[in-house]
């Protein structure tokens, strides 16, 4: 994300991000600890930007129009044997394996 953009849009999106959409088996306790009410006042503090469908739809929302908004793109980064592997994160694509 560009640093001229606000860091709490940034901390929001990845608290989705990892909280919806990651697969990251070592997120189970991050997920239990951060619980709904967090959640829940990132959506209401992103809610210009939601379309009310349901809550997964509110998520999606929040989450595409912040990447689009404020430029953030993701990457995975894995280390084989001291190399380092980069792998752009297409964030419509993850946005799909949320399930209802």
């Known amino acids: 994300m560009p640093s001229r953009n ?18 990251y088996y070592y997120l189970d306790d991050f997920r239990k600890k951060v619980g709904s009410e967090k959640i829940g006042a990132i959506i209401v503090r992103n809610e210009r930007i939601t379309t009310k469908n349901d809550h997964l739809q509110e998520v999606k929302d929040v989450i595409e129009s912040m990447a689009k908004e404020y430029s953030i793109k993701a990457t995975f980064v894995r280390y084989d044997e001291s190399t380092r592997s980069e792998t752009a994160i297409d964030i419509q694509s993850e946005l799909k394996r949320i399930k209802r």
Not at 6 to 23: A, G, H, N, Q, R
Request: proline content about 6%; hydrophobic content about 40%; glycine content about 0%.
């Open 6 to 23: 606000p860091e709490e849009k940034l901390c929001d999106f990845v608290y989705l991000y990892l909280y919806f959409v990651s697969d």
